[in-house]
C-alpha cells in the first residue's frame, strides 16, 4: 500500500523533513516506512504508511505554528499519534501561561500539560501525579506567579517535605532555614526561571513569596494564597490529611508528586497513595496523571523511565509466581 501526502505551499519542507533527513528518518524508522518527495508529494510506502501518514500530517500542523520542530517535540507526536491520543496544537499554542524574566512566553508542551493547567484555572485543589522532568512543579509556579500577578492572590507558599535530611539535618551548618534550603532547591529554581533571582528575591523578602519545609505549615490556616506541596509521595499520611486540611478562604491548592520514588522508610504509607484512594470521586477536586511521553527534557530520560518501569515489572511478575510455587509446594 501507498499513502501520498501533498505538502503545502508554505511549509517549510527543510523544516518539515529537519536537519539531515532527521525527523522524516525517525518516522521511518519507527513506521518501517521509506519516503520520497517529488514535485511537493511525499509518497509512503513501507510496513505502516498509514501511520506514518497521519504523523506526517501532525507535523505539517505543527510547523503551521512554529518555525521548527525539535527532537522532543517530534518524539512527541510521534508517541501520541502511534497512541491514537490527541494533541490540540493550537489551543496549547495559545494558551500563554506567563512570561518569564527574559520575555520568553510559557505554554503547556504536551496535551497532559494542558489539561492540567486548564484543572488549575478552574479547579481550587488539583493533584498532578507523574514521573520527573514532566513539568508538574514548575507548570504550578507559573500558575501560581500569574495568579499573584493578577491580584488573584496575596501571597504564594511553597513546601516540600524534608525527608532526605532525616536525623542528619541537625549535624548541617547553619540557622533551620539554611539546613534545609538544599531541599527545596527546585522550588527556587523554578521561581528564579519565571521571575529572576532578584524580583524573586524582593518578593521572597516582602513575605509574598515562602519557600518552607512541609513541617512549617503545621497550625497555619492559609486565606488568600496559591500553595503548593512538592515531592508530595514523601508525606506520610497524617503528615496529607496536615497539609490538605491548611487551605483557607480564596485559596488554591496543588499538590505535585511521583509514587514511583517514594523515600519513605519502608512500611511507612505514602500520604500521596493514600490520598489518591480517599479523594477520589470528591467534588471540586481534580487529578491529573502524567506518563514519561509527556516529559519535556532530554529523549534519554524517557528511555531510562521506561527501562525501569520494565524491570519493576518483570521483578513483580518474578516475586508473583515465585509466591505461587511456594504455596504450591506447600
Known amino acids: 500500500m501507498e499513502y501520498k501526502i501533498r505538502i503545502p505551499d508554505d511549509i517549510d519542507v527543510q523544516g518539515l523533513f529537519g536537519n539531515y533527513d532527521a525527523n522524516i528518518r525517525s518516522v521511518e524508522k519507527f513506521t518501517g516506512t521509506e519516503m520520497n518527495l517529488r514535485d511537493g508529494e511525499l509518497s509512503i510506502r513501507g510496513r505502516d504508511p498509514e501511520l506514518a501518514a497521519r504523523i506526517i500530517a501532525r507535523l505539517i500542523e505543527a510547523l503551521a505554528i512554529e518555525p521548527e520542530i525539535d527532537p522532543q517535540k517530534l518524539s512527541y507526536l510521534i508517541e501520541m499519534e502511534s497512541g491514537g491520543r490527541t494533541f490540540d496544537e493550537k489551543s496549547a499554542s495559545r494558551d500563554i501561561i506567563c512570561y518569564t524574566h527574559t520575555g520568553r512566553p510559557l505554554r503547556p ?3 497532559a500539560q494542558k489539561d492540567y493547567v486548564d484543572n488549575i484555572r478552574n479547579s481550587d485543589m ?3 501525579i507523574g514521573p520527573a522532568g514532566t513539568g508538574k512543579t514548575y507548570l504550578a509556579c507559573a500558575m501560581a506567579i500569574n495568579a499573584y500577578k493578577n491580584k488573584e492572590v496575596e501571597r504564594i507558599i511553597l513546601t516540600r517535605p524534608a525527608v532526605e535530611a532525616g536525623e542528619r539535618l541537625g549535624f548541617l551548618p547553619g540557622d533551620m532555614q539554611e539546613k534545609v ?8 529554581d523554578a521561581l528564579y526561571d519565571v521571575l529572576g533571582i532578584d524580583a524573586a528575591g524582593k518578593l521572597r523578602e516582602k513575605g509574598v513569596i515562602e519557600v518552607v519545609p512541609l513541617a512549617y505549615m503545621r497550625g497555619r490556616t492559609l486565606d488568600n494564597a496559591f500553595i503548593i506541596l512538592d515531592e508530595a ?3 506520610t499520611r497524617e503528615q496529607m490529611k496536615m ?4 487551605m483557607g478562604f480564596n485559596s488554591k491548592v496543588i499538590v505535585t508528586g511521583d509514587i514511583t520514588q ?3 522508610p519502608g512500611g511507612t504509607i505514602s500520604g500521596l497513595k493514600d490520598a489518591l484512594r480517599i479523594l477520589k470521586g470528591v467534588e471540586g477536586i481534580r487529578f491529573n496523571t502524567f506518563t514519561e511521553v509527556d516529559v519535556v527534557r532530554h529523549e534519554l530520560v524517557k ?10 515489572s518483570s521483578n ?5 509466581t515465585s509466591k505461587g510455587n511456594k504455596v504450591s509446594e506447600r
Open 109 to 111: 508542551k504536551t496535551q
Open 126 to 128: 488539583v493533584f498532578g
Open 181 to 188: 534550603d538544599p531541599y527545596l532547591r527546585p522550588l527556587y
Open 233 to 235: 509521595q514523601n508525606t
Open 243 to 246: 497539609f490538605l486540611t491548611r
Open 262 to 264: 517514594i523515600d519513605l
Open 303 to 312: 528511555r531510562i523511565i521506561r527501562a525501569y518501569d520494565a524491570f519493576d
Open 316 to 320: 513483580k511478575v518474578r516475586r508473583s
